[in-house]
């Protein structure tokens, strides 16, 4: 049985997935009233080239007395400890968390509210996104590592992965898949917001994604990942042609009021940045810039 908690994009995109495959599914909703609301709406609709269908998935509230052994943990990174303090007293013995949370920083906050669990990392380029309530779209197909960097040894349910048609591999360095997307994110994302383009739009500005491109990769050496810095400036570059149509994540967020994950990406590069005692004036600037302009617009910015 998979529990998931959040049914928001990649929730649901995972729930309708697993479900279709005949695989056991348990949604966790917040509270009774959004419980309420899903059981009206009959479950969970997954639209995927432009076929539209409904699952009529069972939910339960955070606080249903049900033992959880696997639980994927499909909310936002500032939303993960929280919401694994109230599912910690579900978890059974041997329990297995798998964190879909982009960034770094909150996995780790999670292992610490329940060391008891094994947690397994995520790092995943598919896309998804919510039309309306309880309604997924698929918008762009990717992959998904995962990975424990304390437990090489993968689990025997990858089987249920490959059944539901989930794209995915076990990877024994899942930190520096993190770290390297972490990387790309703090290139792109933040300019993106800054100069209110798309991306594609970053091709004016080649000297700054040049000198940030150089800082996160003496920043990935400092941290020992040194493999997820190879060639980061040409990735950066082919990524923002690639995508050049796109609006980045964070550009979403912030163009629709809603929350960023700063603290874990760029606010996670800069700490961890000083840790190492680096002097990154680009990176460190970039965050200035970023932190005031959310500010601005009365967004928080952790
Ligand atoms: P989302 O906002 O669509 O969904 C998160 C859901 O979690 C929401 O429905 C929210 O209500 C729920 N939630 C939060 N706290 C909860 C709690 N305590 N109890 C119950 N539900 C709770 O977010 P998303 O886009 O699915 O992103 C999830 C993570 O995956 C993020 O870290 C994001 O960066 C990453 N990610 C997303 C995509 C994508 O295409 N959407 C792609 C790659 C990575
Ligand atoms: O992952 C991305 C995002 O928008 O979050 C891209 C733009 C591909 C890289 O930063």
Not at 99 to 104: F, H, K, S, T
Not at 187 to 192: E, F, K
């Amino acid at each position: 049985m998979w529990h998931i908690l959040g049914a928001g994009s990649l929730g649901s995109l995972w729930a309708t997935r697993l479900a279709r495959a005949d695989i056991p599914v348990q949604l966790i909703l917040r509270d009774p009233a959004r419980l309420h609301s899903y059981q009206q709406a009959g479950g969970l609709t997954l639209i995927e080239q432009g076929q539209t269908q409904r699952y009529p998935i069972p939910a339960q509230t955070l606080d249903h007395p049900e033992p959880i052994q696997r639980l994927l943990l499909a909310c936002k990174a500032y939303d993960a400890q929280a919401a694994v303090a109230r599912l910690a007293p579900r978890l059974a013995a041997g329990a297995e968390i798998l964190l879909l949370q982009n960034g770094l920083g909150s996995q780790d906050q999670v292992a610490r509210q329940v060391p008891q669990a094994r947690c397994i990392f995520a790092s995943s380029t598919e896309g998804a996104f919510r039309p309306a309530d309880f309604q997924v779209v698929f918008a762009g197909h990717g992959h998904t590592w995962l990975g424990d960097p304390h437990n090489l040894h993968a689990p025997a349910w990858l089987k249920d992965l490959h059944q539901a048609g989930i794209v995915h591999d076990w990877s024994l360095d899942i930190l520096s898949r993190l770290w390297r997307k972490l990387a790309l994110n703090c290139a792109i994302n933040p300019l993106t917001v800054l100069y209110d383009c798309r991306n594609g739009g970053l091709r004016e500005h080649p000297a700054e994604i040049a000198s940030l491109s150089a800082e996160l990769s003496e920043l990935l050496c400092a941290g020992g990942h040194s493999a997820a810095a190879e060639d980061l400036h040409g990735e950066v570059q082919r990524v923002i042609q690639a995508t050049a149509a796109n609006y980045s994540s964070m550009h979403q967020d912030v163009s629709q009021g809603r929350r960023t994950e700063i603290a874990y990406l760029l606010g996670y590069a800069c700490t961890s940045a000083q840790r190492h005692q680096l002097v990154l004036p680009h990176l460190q600037a970039l965050h200035g810039r970023l932190l005031a302009h959310l500010h601005a617009r009365g967004l928080p910015s952790h």
